[in-house]
């Protein structure tokens, strides 16, 4: 090809091979009407298909949460570090896992779910497993409102850290989308990858403080557990709603390893990305 | 004028896996044949996936003047989707490059991501979302949308009660009243019943002639393309094989499916499928009281019996109007050695007047042959009646 660089700028649009796509980031800002629309669609017919859409939401915390505290609390007789309720304690760990492993899921299904849109118009790719995130963060309100319930029931007033939620909301945020990204990826290129990430996901809880406190963990293992993301963020929202004391040092190894993920997260997309509508 | 597309060197390859029965690749047999290959030192070659390259395009050149109306034409597997995909940025090429100047909207299907759940209301702001236009700019049109597909009173229904004409409608309505500067359109006139055919039709003329937008349209219907073009690109297995003005690219695409033979070399086979109508071999259309027989050639090296023929007929949805089998009518086919020819003949007065393809299969021995695995179309007409088949009733006062 005898083009000269110059010569490209009068065109709005070149395509080529392989052609890293400057245009990316700010076609993702164009496109992100499609983005609100999309979650707003996932949202609504997630609520509209079955009654028990909201419901559910609050019944399965609500369950795992009552079988954890006497599992653990009553049965195992593990420690409660802080002053809250058992049952409040295991509630804070249970939303940000809830959120993170429906996000997970959701979000690793999300591009052969939509493989009709994939096939058939050019947008930003990475729009879809975002929308999809979020209406996961729908059902997070959702149990969000029980454990206000829940305070209310056993009059525990939340300590004022509680304003720095929203930084931790973001971090299990981030987490899932990292990670859901590269899923979601595979799961294109091989099909049968989703039948292990319930696996991954049920896994995840047995090394995930859900139903007890991370300070049960041997000092020895501390930063070995710390790897696990969701440690640091189920720390922070009980360092935020109940006061209960954090481990600075390993958090900061979590947020680490949350950017390490997003950033191998959005890599394996943007490169699988072109090759979506081939493979699906 | 100015150019507003430029495409250069424009190839795309595709990996065919001839060993894998699924489409897609399976982590379990990556890691099956990683493992087997690490086990068996001795025949590991055995083991190795037979992959072969297709090329669906290769190495295309052309360019697109602002306000030019092109039709591309081609038999199925000519490369016409390959080439909307990559102008739509929906895959990319392997080589070569495109440059575009302007707004690209395609519509490669008739209501993409439209949900059953959702209201007609809904699904058009959905709808419209996912083909590129703005709130605000759905918002202007909304009226005109709901007019265009004449659903008012349904709108807030959710799309899954509708029929399937509104369905269609509202899906067609919401694409005609995109605004970019080039719009790629696959055969998604093919949709609806013939009313509502001619009212979409008229829609694009008036996008494509009156509002000078630069318009791709892929179309098996010729009339359609007739109407609206005034350009033709005649793709011919993934090479441009034509391009330039309307009626001598027909010419040069009728060339191209008149020519039904299949030979095998190999086996020693030569198989052929000829349209009969009124004397005259595969005419560009007939109409729907004309008596329809189809002439089979077929060139055998050897005696076989026991064979088997069938003759389909499927409309441009894809459904198979008409599936004429030898064994349906338990007669034998017997081939000699040398020439042999079977005529199949069908009542007139079936097909509606619309676009149907036909293909046909021969079973011979133990070997299949696909004749024209590539559809070839054919064009019925007639009076515009609805309904999916031709029909001729007698009324009397009783």
Same mark, same amino acid.
């Given at each position: 090809?005898?083009?000269?660089?110059?010569?490209?700028?009068?065109?709005?649009?070149?395509l080529?091979?392989?052609r890293?796509?400057?245009?990316?980031?700010?076609?993702?800002?164009?496109?992100?009407?499609?983005?609100?629309?999309?979650?707003?669609?996932?949202?609504?017919?997630?609520?509209?298909?079955?009654?028990l859409?909201?419901?559910?939401?609050?019944i399965?915390?609500l369950l795992?949460?009552?079988?954890?505290?006497i599992?653990?609390?009553?049965?195992?007789k593990l420690d409660?570090?802080?002053?809250?309720?058992?049952?409040?304690m295991?509630?804070?760990g249970?939303?940000?896992?809830?959120?993170?492993?429906?996000?997970?899921?959701?979000?690793?299904?999300?591009?052969?779910?939509n493989?009709?849109?994939?096939?058939? %118009?050019y947008?930003?790719? !990475? @729009? =879809?497993p975002?929308s999809?995130?979020?209406?996961?963060?729908?059902? #997070? +309100?959702?149990s969000?409102?029980?454990?206000?319930?829940?305070?209310?029931?056993?009059?525990?007033?939340p300590?004022?850290?509680?304003v720095f939620?929203?930084?931790?909301?973001?971090?299990?945020?981030?987490?899932?989308?990292?990670?859901g990204?590269?899923?979601?990826?595979?799961?294109?290129?091989?099909?049968?990858?989703?039948?292990?990430?319930?696996?991954?996901?049920?896994?995840?809880?047995y090394?995930t403080?859900?139903g007890?406190?991370?300070?049960?963990?041997?000092?020895?293992?501390?930063?070995l557990?710390?790897?696990?993301?969701m440690?640091?963020?189920?720390?922070?929202?009980?360092?935020?709603?109940?006061?209960n004391?954090m481990?600075?040092?390993?958090?900061?190894?979590s947020?680490? %390893?949350?950017?390490?993920? !997003? @950033? =191998?997260?959005?890599?394996y997309?943007?490169?699988?990305?072109?090759? #979506? +509508?081939?493979?699906? | 004028?100015?150019?507003?597309?430029?495409?250069r060197?424009?190839?795309k390859?595709y990996?065919i896996?001839h060993?894998?029965?699924?489409?897609?690749?399976?982590?379990?047999d990556?890691?099956?044949?990683?493992?087997?290959?690490?086990?068996s030192?001795?025949?590991?070659?055995?083991?190795?996936?037979t992959?072969?390259?297709?090329w669906?395009?290769k190495?295309i050149d052309?360019d697109?003047?602002?306000?030019?109306r092109?039709?591309?034409?081609g038999?199925?597997?000519a490369?016409?989707?390959?080439?909307?995909k990559?102008?739509s940025?929906?895959t990319?090429?392997?080589k070569?490059?495109i440059?575009i100047?302007?707004r690209?909207?395609?519509?490669?299907?008739?209501?993409?991501g439209?949900?059953?759940?959702?209201?007609?209301?809904?699904?058009?702001?959905?709808?419209?979302?996912?083909?590129?236009?703005?709130r605000?700019?759905?918002?202007t049109?909304?009226?005109?949308?709901?007019d265009?597909a004449?659903?008012?009173?349904?709108l807030?229904?959710?799309?899954?009660?509708?029929?399937?004409?509104?369905y269609?409608?509202?899906?067609f309505?919401?694409?005609?009243?995109?605004?970019?500067?080039?719009?790629?359109?696959?055969?998604?006139?093919?949709?609806g019943?013939?009313?509502?055919?001619?009212?979409?039709?008229g829609?694009?003329?008036?996008?494509?002639?009156?509002?000078?937008?630069?318009?791709?349209?892929v179309?098996?219907?010729?009339g359609?393309?007739?109407?609206?073009?005034?350009?033709?690109?005649?793709?011919?297995?993934?090479?441009?094989?034509?391009?330039?003005?309307?009626?001598s690219?027909?010419?040069?695409y009728?060339?191209?499916i008149?020519d039904?033979?299949?030979t095998n070399?190999?086996?020693?086979?030569?198989?052929?499928?000829d349209?009969?109508?009124k004397?005259q071999?595969n005419?560009?259309?007939?109409h729907s009281?004309d008596?329809?027989?189809f002439?089979i050639?077929?060139e055998?090296?050897?005696?076989?019996?026991?064979n088997?023929?069938?003759v389909?007929i499927?409309?441009?949805?894809g459904?198979?109007?008409?599936?004429?089998?030898?064994d349906?009518?338990?007669?034998?086919?017997?081939?000699k050695?040398?020439?042999?020819?079977f005529?199949?003949?069908?009542a007139?007065n079936?097909?509606?007047?619309?676009?149907y393809?036909?293909?046909?299969?021969?079973?011979?021995?133990?070997?299949?042959?696909?004749?024209?695995?590539d559809?070839?179309?054919?064009?019925v007409?007639g009076?515009?009646?609805?309904?999916?088949?031709?029909?001729?009733?007698?009324?009397?006062?009783a």
């Amino acid at each position: 090809m005898k083009t000269t660089k110059s010569n490209n700028e009068d065109w709005d649009l070149v395509l080529e091979s392989g052609r890293a796509d400057k245009h990316y980031w700010k076609d993702l800002w164009r496109y992100r009407e499609l983005f609100y629309i999309l979650s707003w669609r996932d949202i609504k017919v997630r609520y509209k298909q079955t009654v028990l859409g909201a419901a559910w939401s609050i019944i399965r915390p609500l369950l795992t949460t009552i079988i954890f505290t006497i599992v653990f609390s009553k049965i195992a007789k593990l420690d409660n570090p802080g002053n809250a309720p058992y049952a409040l304690m295991v509630f804070a760990g249970m939303l940000p896992w809830q959120f993170f492993s429906n996000a997970l899921s959701e979000s690793s299904n999300s591009l052969i779910g939509n493989a009709n849109l994939i096939t058939k %118009v050019y947008f930003p790719r !990475l @729009i =879809i497993p975002a929308s999809s995130v979020i209406t996961s963060l729908v059902d #997070f +309100a959702i149990s969000f409102l029980i454990l206000i319930v829940m305070m209310f029931w056993y009059h525990y007033i939340p300590s004022w850290h509680i304003v720095f939620l929203p930084v931790f909301i973001i971090l299990a945020f981030l987490c899932a989308f990292g990670v859901g990204l590269y899923l979601t990826a595979v799961n294109v290129k091989y099909r049968d990858f989703r039948y292990i990430i319930p696996f991954i996901i049920q896994f995840g809880l047995y090394i995930t403080p859900v139903g007890f406190s991370s300070s049960v963990i041997g000092e020895k293992w501390k930063s070995l557990y710390a790897l696990n993301p969701m440690v640091g963020i189920i720390d922070g929202f009980r360092w935020c709603i109940l006061g209960n004391p954090m481990n600075w040092n390993s958090f900061i190894f979590s947020v680490l %390893v949350i950017l390490v993920f !997003l @950033i =191998i997260g959005v890599t394996y997309f943007r490169k699988m990305e072109k090759s #979506f +509508a081939d493979n699906i | 004028m100015s150019k507003i597309i430029e495409v250069r060197g424009l190839s795309k390859s595709y990996i065919i896996n001839h060993e894998g029965k699924e489409s897609y690749t399976a982590l379990r047999d990556v890691i099956a044949h990683k493992t087997k290959k690490i086990f068996s030192f001795s025949n590991w070659k055995s083991t190795e996936n037979t992959k072969e390259e297709f090329w669906a395009l290769k190495d295309i050149d052309f360019d697109i003047e602002q306000g030019d109306r092109v039709g591309i034409i081609g038999r199925n597997g000519a490369g016409k989707s390959t080439l909307l995909k990559i102008l739509s940025r929906i895959t990319e090429p392997t080589k070569g490059n495109i440059k575009i100047k302007g707004r690209v909207a395609s519509l490669l299907e008739v209501g993409t991501g439209f949900h059953p759940e959702l209201s007609g209301r809904e699904n058009i702001f959905l709808n419209g979302a996912i083909l590129g236009m703005s709130r605000a700019e759905i918002k202007t049109h909304f009226d005109a949308i709901v007019d265009f597909a004449e659903v008012e009173k349904f709108l807030d229904t959710p799309v899954k009660r509708y029929s399937s004409g509104m369905y269609v409608r509202l899906a067609f309505a919401v694409a005609a009243h995109l605004e970019p500067e080039i719009l790629i359109v696959d055969e998604v006139l093919a949709v609806g019943d013939a009313q509502f055919q001619k009212k979409c039709l008229g829609k694009m003329e008036d996008v494509s002639k009156n509002e000078g937008r630069t318009v791709l349209f892929v179309s098996h219907n010729m009339g359609a393309i007739q109407r609206l073009c005034n350009n033709v690109i005649v793709m011919n297995k993934g090479v441009i094989g034509f391009q330039g003005e309307v009626t001598s690219g027909f010419n040069y695409y009728d060339s191209l499916i008149r020519d039904h033979k299949l030979t095998n070399n190999s086996s020693g086979f030569a198989l052929k499928i000829d349209l009969n109508v009124k004397g005259q071999l595969n005419p560009k259309f007939l109409h729907s009281d004309d008596d329809i027989e189809f002439i089979i050639d077929i060139e055998s090296p050897n005696d076989y019996t026991e064979n088997f023929i069938n003759v389909c007929i499927d409309n441009s949805v894809g459904d198979r109007v008409i599936h004429l089998r030898n064994d349906f009518e338990h007669f034998p086919i017997d081939i000699k050695k040398g020439k042999n020819q079977f005529k199949i003949s069908i009542a007139k007065n079936l097909l509606a007047p619309s676009i149907y393809y036909y293909w046909c299969r021969v079973v011979i021995g133990n070997q299949q042959f696909i004749i024209d695995s590539d559809l070839i179309s054919l064009e019925v007409k007639g009076e515009v009646i609805s309904g999916l088949i031709a029909h001729k009733s007698t009324w009397e006062i009783a």
